[in-house]
């Protein structure tokens, strides 16, 4: 028979317990460790792209300034900018040129009421369309009115604004004009 007999002044304290939660601490930590780690490893490797993006893009816009600086030092030479300027100078002239007299006199004959006259009309391109500077006689003041809403209400014209509104003295020439009125239209017809 074997006695089991303990001669220490303390008796034998098993630290199972501690081994077994410092273990599973540690398990827990290298776990958590390797997650923080994969994660800074990733967003490290998306960092890398996105500065190799930032780069090339870096250097496409470099690319891009060179080629405008070049093209700007290109078109401001003298034998250029005079060739641009010719070129403004002729696409007027052609703008000018195609401007329908006929079908605008057309449609201001559609318009206009008894007793108005057209004294001047004046066409100039203005950013692609053609302002009218309009001088026009009428015998009264409802004729004018009547001229006026017309202009106004039409789809061919746009923008009516009156620059100036004059009653001539009745003695002052031939015309039987009470009114000339000056305006200025946008064409919308060509």
């Known amino acids: 028979m074997k006695v089991r007999l303990n001669l220490a002044t303390k008796p034998l304290e098993s630290h199972r317990r501690f081994l077994a939660g410092a273990s599973l601490t540690a398990l827990v930590a290298s776990v958590v460790f390797i997650a923080l780690g994969w994660h800074v490893y990733s967003f490290r490797e998306a960092a890398k792209e996105v500065r190799a ?5 870096r250097q496409e816009r470099a690319e891009y300034e060179a080629q405008s600086n070049e093209l700007r030092r290109y078109f401001a030479q003298k034998n250029v900018a005079s060739l641009h300027d010719r070129a403004d100078f002729i ?31 004046e066409p100039k391109q203005v950013g692609g369309h053609v302002e ?31 620059r100036s509104d004059i009653r001539p003295s009745p003695g002052s020439g031939p015309s039987t004009d009470q009114r000339v009125v000056n305006l200025s239209t946008f064409y919308l017809g060509t």
């Open 53 to 57: 993006r930032a780069e090339k893009i």
């Open 91 to 121: 696409n007027g002239v052609i703008a000018l040129r195609s401007f329908n007299w006929t079908q605008m006199f057309m449609d201001l004959e559609r318009i206009l009421p008894g007793g108005v006259r057209i004294i001047s009309i």
């Open 132 to 162: 009218l500077n309009l001088t026009f006689g009428a015998t009264n003041d409802e004729v004018t009115v009547q001229f006026m809403r017309a202009l106004e209400t039409s789809k061919l014209f746009s923008d009516v604004q009156v």
